[in-house]
């Protein structure tokens, strides 16, 4: 099983700053990572596909970049709307995918 | 706009079987082009692929490891959804259960979630 580590466990950000979240996994996937967001009481939402595509819909503040083992969510300058909680998830063995533990973004 | 509702019971006794539903609209359980998942979340193992039914000319089925000897995925064409069974449940199994529409092996939708409690 690949394993998906996230980190940091939480992050502190005023809003209008920059996040950066990380998502490494334990061997290569390729290009194969997904990011989602979660709010309280919500299923996921997709954010970036391919490590570094937007989903329909997602503003440009979310990028992702990163191949092989290390992968990185940026969100250029926080909203209010923006404090949740994100995944990574990788696809590269299908049918055994696998979600990191997460990242919460929290006001600073 | 692809919409799915869940339905099922949030509480279930140990060792019976955990059922939901998720019914399907603005798609096709029949899609040749999505698969159509379940997942759960909880505190302790976060979130978990279980598995998933798709159709490519005829059925098919894929499980995660960790429950495949006692999970079952189901499509209803006639209803437009599909199920998921899951037998002989412990406490452990306690999660909020989702179903998810996948495409391009990515989750883009995704049902309201259910609350499954596994207590006596």
């Known amino acids: 099983e690949i394993v998906m580590t996230q980190s940091p466990g939480t992050l502190s950000v005023s809003p209008g700053d920059r996040a950066t979240l990380s998502c490494r996994a334990s061997?290569?996937?390729?290009?194969?990572l997904a990011w989602y967001q979660q709010k309280p009481g919500q299923p996921p939402r997709l954010l970036i596909y391919?490590?570094?595509t937007r989903a329909t819909g997602i503003p440009a503040r979310f990028s992702g970049s990163g191949s092989g083992t290390e992968f990185t969510l940026t969100i250029s300058s926080l909203q209010s709307e923006d404090f949740a909680v994100y995944y990574c998830?990788?696809?590269?063995?299908?049918?055994?995918?696998?979600f990191g533990g997460g990242t919460k973004v929290e006001i600073k | 706009q692809v919409q799915l509702q869940q339905s099922g019971p949030g509480l279930v006794k140990p060792s019976q079987t955990l059922s939901l539903t998720c019914v399907i609209s603005g798609d096709s359980v029949t899609s040749n082009s999505a698969a159509w998942n379940w997942i759960r979340q909880s505190p302790s193992r976060g979130l978990e692929w279980l598995g998933r039914t798709y159709y490519r000319s005829k059925w098919y089925n894929d499980y995660a490891v960790s429950v495949k000897s006692r999970i079952a995925i189901n499509p209803d064409t006639s209803k437009n959804q599909f199920s998921l069974q899951l037998n002989s449940v412990t406490p452990e199994d306690t999660a909020v259960y989702y179903c998810?529409?996948?495409?391009?092996?990515?989750?883009?939708?995704w049902g309201q979630g259910t609350l499954v409690t596994v207590s006596s």
């Open positions: 391919g490590a570094s």
């Open positions: 061997q290569s996937i390729s290009s194969n």
């Open positions: 998810a529409r996948e495409a391009g092996q990515v989750f883009g939708y």
């Open positions: 998830q990788q696809y590269n063995k299908w049918p055994s995918l696998t």
